[in-house]
């Protein structure tokens, strides 16, 4: 049950989606980890403390190219005989997992929230996570894809040894004309605490407050769809059904109603908080937490009383 | 320019989530179908937008069964010339990709669009697999698309950030948000659709590589417990003690 485990660095720090693919794949079988990126050969091995046994590292693709991507991953699939391939449900994954899927013509589970159970279903999130689905697949191989943020992970000691893996990947009909990074911001799908503003905030000028309780908590910010409809926030902050789905450990939602189709993106959440000046909301059904008040008065002393903990812990 | 938009159908997003014979299948009873947001709003309205500037044909593409006819005639009634529905219930995303990129062979496409992912499987692999099928370019998550001279020039969603990229046509383009704005079909396109051809193509063979066996609702939440609003000091309290999340 050998598995090849695909990571992207942009760093010697790893983000957490990356170490949960890596300690994923541990618990199935003996981890090669796949990787590219500018990681050190001593940050690679480190993956180690997470059940990586080896680390291929591919130093010479540096494009995004799915294709190109696949192609690494199908040809490290071979060299390896491995049975089950994990990557991280992001933006790449996305991309990359279905074609390995066509490639390979192997199975894939797509944004999987578990482990492979006793007889090997694996759950997935559907219906925009108002429902899991549990999927067996019908292949030899078989291309996991993991929701970020959907298990615990913890560190050993072991190192990995790292060693170079080059093959022609082929080549790319993309080209990058341009990057616009979003600098310093944690990035909304795999925030483990966000907060959530809606219309209740009563326009763009207010959001100050929610980014001054976001900052205390180094949380990332979301927003509701309305919000992101009119201008008031960016396209890329909008959770719900037809934006992006999230599970964070905490969710925080201000001035938001809570219609079914915002429920669907966050009710993978651990803990939800809701704030909101009518009781009738609906969120609050769907709550662990409630207060009824008006945002410009509560988030103030939510923000200080944050500060206060984060002092004394 | 000829452009191929995948079509699913999918529940209304108001839906109410059940499942029947022992929670091996959706239960469809009452529910209303509808075209998939990301195919109808973003894929298929860029589609026509593009169609409206530089000439051209939008043909739409559903793998699905008879009934599915009234969500493909709304997507003709918002604008396209015609639709193909491959005659079959599809399995698994790879037996519709696989269905679709058969159909597509020597008929010279230059653009082929899906939505980013369906709202009921949201799985979106349908596009990633064309592309592989076919050895075509893939983009997903578009949210900008200009065509000229034979290149796409294309935004997308990137790891905290944007990126705009260039492909040559042909290729598999998944759309999201920002790549168009919704439209509502006017009257004469709902008389016009009636008309407009829709092709039924009947399915290739093809392996299924998943199964859903069985589903499951999220437990139900507990109640909810509401805090003071003049007492913040219990709400982070609550959050670090009981919940354990900071």
Known sequence: ?313 | MKILVCISKAPDTTTKIAFADNNTRFNEVGVQYIVNPYDEWYALVRALELKEAQGGTVTTITVGIAADDAIIRKALAIGADDAIRINADPKDAYYTAFQIAEFTKGKGFDLILTGKETINYNGSQVGGMIAEILSLPFVSLASKLEVVNGKAKIACEVAGGVEVLEVPTPLVISAAKGMAEQRIPNMRGIMAARTKPLTVVEPVACEELVTFEVYELPPSKSECRYVDPSNMAELVGLLHTQSKVI
């Open chain 1, 1 to 313: 049950m050998s598995v090849l485990v695909y990571i992207r660095s942009i760093s010697d720090n790893f983000s957490k989606a990356t170490l949960e693919s890596v300690f994923y794949g541990s618990q199935i079988g003996p981890v090669t980890v796949l990787a590219i990126g500018p990681a050190s050969d001593d940050a690679l091995s480190s993956l180690g403390k997470y059940g990586a046994q080896k680390v291929l590292v591919h130093r010479g693709l540096t494009s995004s190219d799915p294709g190109q991507i696949c192609a690494l991953i199908a040809t490290a699939v071979s060299s390896t005989g491995s049975s089950t391939v994990v990557l991280s449900h992001d933006l790449i994954g996305r991309s990359v997992a279905p074609r390995l899927s066509a490639k390979l013509k192997a199975g894939a589970v797509i944004g999987a929230v578990g482990l492979p159970d006793g007889s090997g279903k694996i759950s997935v999130n559907v219906f925009s996570g108002k429902a899991v689905g549990k999927v067996r697949v019908n292949t030899a191989v078989r291309i996991i894809s993991l929701t970020p943020n959907s298990i615990q992970i913890t560190a050993g000691s072991n190192s990995a040894k790292v060693e170079a893996f080059d093959c022609d990947c082929g080549p790319s009909k993309i080209s990058v004309l341009e990057v616009k990074k979003q600098e310093g911001e944690i990035l909304l799908p795999e925030a483990e605490l966000v907060v959530s503003a809606g219309r209740g905030m009563k326009g763009p000028e207010h959001w100050g407050i929610v980014e001054n309780l976001a900052k205390a908590l180094g949380a990332a910010t979301a927003c509701s769809r309305p919000v992101a409809d009119i201008g008031w926030r960016p396209h890329h902050e909008h959770v719900g059904q037809t934006g992006i789905a999230i599970r964070p450990n905490l969710y925080i939602a201000i001035g938001i109603s809570g219609a079914i189709q915002h429920l669907a993106g966050v009710n993978g959440s651990k803990v939800i908080v809701v704030i909101n000046t009518d009781p009738e909301a609906p969120f609050f059904k769907a709550a662990d937490y409630g207060v009824i008040g008006d945002a410009f008065e509560v988030l103030p002393r939510l923000t200080e009383e944050i500060k206060k903990f984060k002092s004394q812990n």
